[in-house]
Nanobody, 114 residues
Framework: QVPFVESGGGLVRPGESLRLSCASS????????MGWYRQVPGKRQRELVA????????NYSDSVKGRFTISRDNAKNTLYLQMSSLKPEDTAVYYC???????WGQGTQVTVSS
């Protein structure tokens, strides 16, 4: 059973926006420090681009700061990543998971291309 289900990816043009969602029936997001990661094609390592603590403190990588916003809906137990001003270098598979877990979902593909 996949612990996290990411959705909302797609093909967009540079400058456009997307909102990713992450749902789980395995954990309650508000009790965990959560992160959005991405894996660029051809690279093995996944990059942490945004995180939100259980107390809703947020942090962003320099590559997405000012363009991406992480948020959480406790009632829906859903984590979001609002992505704006997308660039071709944002093309990647995006994943969500608790910061301290080593368990991954299937991710959602984001492709930014003209």
């Amino acid at each position: 059973q996949v612990p996290f289900v990411e959705s909302g990816g797609g093909l967009v043009r540079p400058g456009e926006s997307l909102r990713l969602s992450c749902a789980s029936s395995a954990i309650t997001f508000s009790l965990h420090d959560m992160g959005w990661y991405r894996q660029v094609p051809g690279k093995r390592q996944r990059e942490l681009v945004a995180s939100m603590s259980a107390s809703t403190n947020t942090n962003y990588s320099d590559s997405v700061k000012g363009r991406f916003t992480i948020s959480r809906d406790n009632a829906k137990n859903t984590l979001y990543l609002q992505m704006s001003s997308l660039k071709p270098e944002d093309t990647a598979v995006y994943y969500c998971k608790p910061l301290t877990w080593n368990m991954w979902g299937q991710g959602t593909q984001v492709t930014v291309s003209s």
